[in-house]
């Protein structure tokens, strides 16, 4: 089959690869529907996380249930599936408490951006969707498999409440996503922070009442301007620098909360400044899977679209290009087709 | 009137002073039933904070009103009140989402190891005991001032459940009474680390069901196993050093809670460990006049006895040898008759 394989910073190709197999009775394979790159496979793009040797990569997909293990109940081969960039056993203690990408089980989702994949623990990873989709729902259930999920974690994390005023560090897929779920648990003010035209679009159709494009203090300082001078209720941090959780922890009202959704990167928290600021701080890889049976029922009655961060489609072949073009920000997220 | 004054660190006099008197009609003057030496004054008292000048100090305090400011609505002279050692107008929106330490109008409390006290925004600040405390509820009464208040925030920051697994970082006053405040609140399992023996005798006395007295990775490894090898569902840290915050930190499972009290000192977080942590994390300065009517109430039909953690009273004049023997650990906490 064919796969993409990061080879070193900046080098990605699709390559002809083995064919993925049950390897567990618990897995299972499936063929995908569509795979998209994500901001935090940039990372290692950029070189800012190593590349130690090459590997598959990719972690969002969407497609039809091939084959399955033995011990597989929930799911067989013809369904269509979505599925967390997480595999959990969705049973046990911290799956139950809803931090399944806590799961005692846990296991990383590799090489999704390729024809073929294979789940582990596919009944707690794994959600079937009632029928095979409307082609055009397809890229909106792709995105409940990271960013939007992830941008739904956040929110929540941030304990969005109907009535509160939210502030959204970071303009990608992610941040786009958390300013169409704070509007969906019903915030009242949602301000999104982005310098970029498109995706200042973008938040405002998601939902965004105010844009700042202001950074750091600045931003700040506007954020506390539209918020009667004490700062958001809740603020949701999509980038994962030093920069933006500060911008992030100060942008919060006393008492408020930040929800932490981007992969921290040489990020350091003052613990003077944690405890003046008397912010609840939560965040870390969302449980998209205990977000995810929600998620699509809202997209398949067409509540929500957060499909529309996909502002490029390319097909898998054309990987590399996907890649080049959300590293340059010429687009905001790049749809694959197997 | 007599009060007290540190001059630099370890010195520490008690001194005739001017009365204070009504300066704002919002302010209140009481004279001191009862204060006590907090082990957040230790850190000035060991050079840790500087002391730039000598000053008065001291912010824990139960006593009789003497006198009011013209504003004042909620207290008179003769009652006998219980404050927090943070002023708070009460009336902001900080106040009434409950974190009075965040006041818009906050004011610290500064010179209650004296005979006579100012409270700024006394309606906002004290709160009355229905008629005048018998004498041996007064201790307890004086802990809910602070180290009662900070203990109970800690306990709710850290979401202590009925029927959840608590440990608690710290045998100070504070974490002594985030275990009984852990055991008000329903907690199952309550995990003291502690290395004292009268310390630890008095956890189990306010309902410590486990001690602990292994600290750091060997501390966390114990209340791992304490707990299902998951960690604690809350964890109470009462110290404020980089050691007790990871420590805390650590001893948190997956989707957990951290309530954080200790004043931190030199605390720095890593943001990619808190990424992985998935915990939850709150603390501060607590806002003890949000429980304040709860905590009194508690104290007067005699559910709870915080005032156990006074294990030596001097009187005010001997305020010098109250530090010192706190500093040397002889005392957990000493009560000053003024």
Not at 67 to 93: K, L
Not at 210 to 233: F, M, P, Q, S, Y
Not at 299 to 310: D, N, Y
Request: charged share 20%.
């Amino acid at each position: 089959m064919r796969g993409t394989v990061i080879h070193a910073p900046g080098d990605i190709r699709v390559e002809d690869l083995p064919e993925p197999q049950i390897e567990q009775p618990t897995d299972a394979v499936i063929r995908l529907a569509a795979t998209c790159v994500c901001g935090s496979d940039l990372w290692p793009y950029r070189g800012l996380n190593p590349v130690k040797e090459p590997h598959p990569i990719g972690h969002e997909y969407v497609g039809t249930v091939e084959q399955v293990g033995a011990e597989v109940r929930t799911v067989r081969p013809g369904q269509f599936v979505v599925g967390s960039f997480f595999a959990s056993d969705n049973t046990c203690q911290i799956c139950r408490a809803g931090y399944q990408t806590g799961c005692v089980q846990r296991d990383y989702i590799v090489g999704a951006q390729a024809e073929l994949l294979r789940v582990p623990l596919a009944d707690g990873t794994l959600v079937a969707t009632p029928g095979r989709p409307d082609p055009e729902r397809v890229p909106s259930l792709l995105a409940a498999s990271d960013v939007l999920g992830t941008g739904w974690f956040a929110a929540v994390a941030a304990q969005v409440r109907p009535g509160a005023s939210v502030a959204v560090v970071g303009d990608g897929a992610v941040g786009l996503l958390g300013v169409l779920a704070a509007r969906e648990l019903g915030a009242e003010r949602i301000i999104a922070m982005s310098r970029h035209a498109d995706r200042q679009r973008l938040a405002r159709e998601f939902g965004a009442t105010d844009i700042v494009t202001e950074r750091g203090e600045e931003g700040v300082a506007r954020v506390k301007e539209l918020t009667g001078g004490l700062g958001a209720h809740s603020v949701i941090e999509a980038v994962g620098t030093q920069q933006s959780m500060l911008q992030a922890v100060r942008a919060t009202r006393r008492g408020g909360h930040v929800g932490f959704v981007g992969v921290s990167h040489d990020v350091s928290l003052d613990g003077s400044e944690l405890f003046a600021s008397l912010v609840h701080l939560h965040g870390g890889p969302a449980p998209v899977r205990s977000y995810l049976p929600d998620l699509v029922e809202r997209i398949l009655r067409g509540a929500i679209e957060p499909g529309k961060v996909f502002d490029l489609t390319l097909p898998l072949e054309r990987a590399a290009e996907a890649y080049d073009a959300m590293d340059s920000r010429r687009a905001i997220k790049v749809l694959l087709q197997p």
